[in-house]
Each structure stands twice: as structure tokens, then as C-alpha cells.
């Protein structure tokens, strides 16, 4: 999902597209081809949020099976091709936890990735991971201009009538 981004107040632009990459690995090249094609044909300050399914290094995991090379070169190698990174996060890093095999494991799989021409838009960012609610993963929270901060007591909602469907990755709405 893409969405034009306009700050009346500063005047700055953005494009800001939410992902929620494949897990199954047999389609995770098909998906980072078409952010590669994406960063080619997109010519505003570019944000990209969500589910990468990805992790850059070993220190972004804890518990399961150790990461190997090959898991992690796809988000680094978009990294480097778009002149983009993975934004710093405060407080809590992990944003997906599993109880598999008898071991609970936390990983980094949900991120903001700005592309160079977009933090200079946004210099002041921030990025809070929230609380592992109703779901195996923790929300993310990008605040481009922190001076003005969200209400205090301003909580994150989540409608129970909304279910997901596992074979399109998209949220529906039930009748």
C-alpha cells in the first residue's frame, strides 16, 4: 500500500508505502525485485514500514536456529541499492516473538526503512516499538516531527471484527 504523505505545516512530501513481505522463501526474491523496481520509478522522499520477514544481522534475533549469510543479504543488499537504512529504534527491539520447539524466540522483523532523500526531510525522527498485545508482533510507531508528540493516554486500537486472511496477507472485514 502506497500513500502520498503531505505536511501542511512544513510543506515537505512523502511517499510512504506499508509491506508485509512473504515468509515462505520461494516468493522473497519476487518481492525484493519489486521494491528494487519501485526505488527506480519513485522520484519523491521514499519511507517504507512494515513486516520485512528479513533481518540484517545475527543481533536482531534471540532463541531458534542461528542465522546463516544467506538469510540476511536481501534487506541488506535493497539497503545498499537504494541508499536507504534501517532507521534506530528506541526502547524495545524486538517486534515478533515465537513459542516453537519448546523455546521462545524474538526477532526484528517489522522495521522503518528511509531512503537517504526522506531523512533529510524528517531529520528529528523516532521509532518506538510497542507492546506485544493480541498479536505475535509488536506494532511500530514512526513520529517524523517528535516536538509535537501524540496526546498522552493515546493508545493503539485494534478492531476485533477484523480478521486476517492467511492466503492473500490481507486484512479483512467481516459482515
Known sequence: MHCLVHDKLNAKECLLSAVYAPARENQKDAFWEHLH????????????????????NASEKIGGTPLTPSKVHRLNDFLHYSNSFDVTVQGRLFTWK?????????????????????????????????PFTCSDHAYVLLNTDPAHAP?????????????????????IKRN
Do not use: A
Open 37 to 56: 523496481r519501485l526505488h527506480n520509478s519513485i522520484d519523491k522522499p521514499w519511507c517504507i514500514m512494515g513486516d520485512f520477514n528479513e533481518m540484517l
Open 98 to 130: 515465537k513459542f516453537l520447539r519448546g523455546q521462545l524466540m524474538y526477532e526484528k522483523l517489522d522495521k522503518v526503512l528511509f531512503r537517504d532523500d526522506c531523512l533529510h526531510l524528517f531529520p528529528n525522527y523516532i521509532v518506538t516499538n510497542g
Open 151 to 171: 496526546r498522552r493516554g493515546t493508545t493503539f486500537k485494534y478492531q476485533h471484527s477484523w480478521v486476517h486472511y492467511q492466503d492473500t496477507h490481507s486484512i
